[in-house]
């Protein structure tokens, strides 16, 4: 078969302006061919296995560790190497990859900055064809932004190492078909950000790096393998050159670190907290065991068993492997009012103080402003090390499965309730208008805590749960709190921007997602739908 007849196999919807030509270039395009037909079928298995596997959980088991893997388990291999420019990695800022926060983000006083095509973006197609620009222009050093004002950014010397957040596995580019089919989103954001960028990140001593999300099994893993090598052979690269840290943010994927790890050892360089994916896919997992159903969402804290658990069991994995093992998310955006500034950065000192006693080698953060604060953090627990792959917890008590799945204390309030009406609206609303990375009262949100907003409700829902205020939570209260909720909302925003936002459309939907009797998997999947 000619490369070109691969090439005709990918149909593309939208027309090739300038910024196409760009990106979606005869090479690129041959590319990404190759590895929709070579590794998409195997993805569409993937996703039938996760199916099953939830219906087994439905129907009763509860997750556990594997016991037909544990030579892997038991024998003392190691990952392959961790790169130079990622050995010391205490402060990583994640955000879209919108051209102005790039250049902020790269800026910022942190060592690496995951740029996302996943949970902070909304996946029009005009802004995952502008992100993968805007990474080019990023990494050649010539990216520069300038606003209306006329204000002009641009790249200081030594920018933080720049690391590329691909889509996960379930959701697809539905603006490129292949046999009648949307190709898988995950490959469309790693074909085209490897083929662009390979070569000027291997001459200035970096090299291709990835994160990959939502992640569920180790065979998950091993088809991450399969493209990494694959590619690397294409190019004519040594094994190892891709290098990818991948979050455990499904609870299923917790019980397989080792596996994860081993499978993905020539080019795994850490595991990490994706705390907030994680508290929804506990929910979304266990949303049959109405003895496991969680309380208002700002109860559910690092400190609470089953998370610390997480943490911990996480750590120890990692670092036998010598691998690194990132703290989470800190999700607080500094504020203007001195007090409430101290309060948030009390919060966030607190939180990132465990993480780094614990032994993590670096945290994340959503923004720069929140950048000396943690820094300072990590600063004073590592000393003058790189990271902490020298805390093995060899002498911790094995964590359990009991202890990874353990219920979580703490109530269901009417007003926590409330509150997770309103940010989950307010951020659909946001995605379905493009913008996937949004302040909701005083915390930056995206997808994940959206996510556990809505999960939890159709849980009490599912499971007739009571609040404190002795209301047994149903369909029906939940459709008036809604109604209410948006009045609320109006009132916040203001009747214009309310008016002119697609607010009718996000409660339509949070509606559907949090009624319906099966629960929707993604929230981002009929989302999708209804951006352009």
């Known amino acids: 078969m000619t490369q070109h007849a691969i090439t005709t196999e990918l149909a593309f919807s939208q027309p ?29 298995e993937l996703l039938a296995e996760r199916s099953l596997v939830q219906r087994k959980i439905d129907n009763g088991e509860l997750p556990d560790f594997i016991s037909e893997t544990t030579s892997i388990k038991n024998d003392n291999w190691k990952i392959r190497g961790i790169p130079a420019d990622l050995q010391d990695r205490r402060l990583e800022i994640t955000g879209p990859v919108e ?17 996302d095509f996943e949970d902070s973006l909304a996946p029009s197609w005009q802004k995952v064809i502008d992100g993968q620009i805007n990474l080019r222009d990023a990494i050649a050093g010539t990216i520069s932004y300038s606003n209306e004002a006329g204000k002009i950014y641009q790249l200081k010397p030594y920018p933080a190492v720049l690391v590329c957040r691909v889509r996960g596995l379930h959701l697809p580019e539905k603006h490129v078909l ?5 190709i898988p989103g995950s490959l469309f954001d790693f074909a085209l950000y490897f083929f662009h960028n390979y070569q000027a990140l291997l001459a200035k001593g970096s090299g291709p790096y990835f994160y990959l999300p939502k992640t569920q099994s180790f065979q998950e893993a091993a088809w991450w393998r399969g493209v990494f090598s694959y590619t690397e052979d294409r190019f004519d690269l040594p094994r190892g050159t891709i290098k990818a840290t991948l979050l455990i943010e499904t609870l299923p994927a917790v019980f397989q670190m080792d596996e994860i790890l081993y499978h993905l050892r020539d080019h795994i360089v850490g595991l990490n907290c994706g705390r907030w994916d994680y508290i929804f896919s506990y929910i979304k997992t266990l ?28 750590i120890k994995t990692c670092h036998r492997r010598g691998a690194f093992a990132m703290g989470g998310m800190a999700a607080f955006i500094p504020s203007k009012e001195p007090e409430r500034n101290e309060w948030v950065l009390n ?13 993590h080698d ?46 979580c204390e703490g109530e269901r309030t009417e007003a926590g309730m409330r509150a997770n009406i309103r940010v989950a609206v307010q951020y659909i609303e946001a995605w379905i208008s493009g913008n996937g990375c949004v302040p909701i009262y005083g915390l930056m949100e995206d997808a994940a805590t959206a996510e556990i907003s809505r999960t ?12 404190t205020n002795g209301e047994t939570v149903t369909r029906a209260l939940f459709s008036q709190m809604l109604a209410e909720e948006m009045r609320v909302i109006q009132e916040e925003l203001g009747d214009q921007r309310f008016c002119q936002g697609r607010f009718d459309d996000a409660a339509r939907l949070m509606e559907r997602i949090t009624t319906e009797t099966e629960l929707v998997e993604f929230l981002t999947l009929p989302g999708y739908r209804l951006i352009p």
């Open 16 to 44: 090739f302006g300038s910024a196409e030509q760009q990106i979606l270039t005869d090479g690129a395009v041959d590319f990404l061919s190759e590895l929709v037909t070579r590794f998409t079928p195997r993805r569409n």
């Open 99 to 115: 051209r102005k926060m790039v250049i902020n983000a790269l800026n910022a006083n942190v060592n690496v900055f995951m740029a």
């Open 178 to 182: 292949w046999r009648g089919e949307a």
């Open 287 to 314: 949303k049959n065991h109405g003895d496991r159903v969680l309380p208002d969402r700002q109860s559910v804290t690092m400190d609470q068993g089953f998370l610390d658990a997480y943490s911990r069991l996480l």
């Open 347 to 359: 919060k966030v000192r607190a939180d990132k103080q465990r993480e780094a006693a614990n032994g």
């Open 362 to 407: 670096g945290t994340w953060i959503a923004h720069p402003g929140l950048a000396d604060a943690v820094m300072a953090v990590f600063n004073q627990a590592l000393g003058d090390k790189p990271n902490q792959l020298d805390v093995l917890r060899e002498n911790d008590t094995p964590i359990s499965a009991q202890q990874l799945l353990q219920p």
């Open 456 to 467: 939890s409700i159709w849980q009490w829902i599912r499971h007739q749960k009571t609040l």
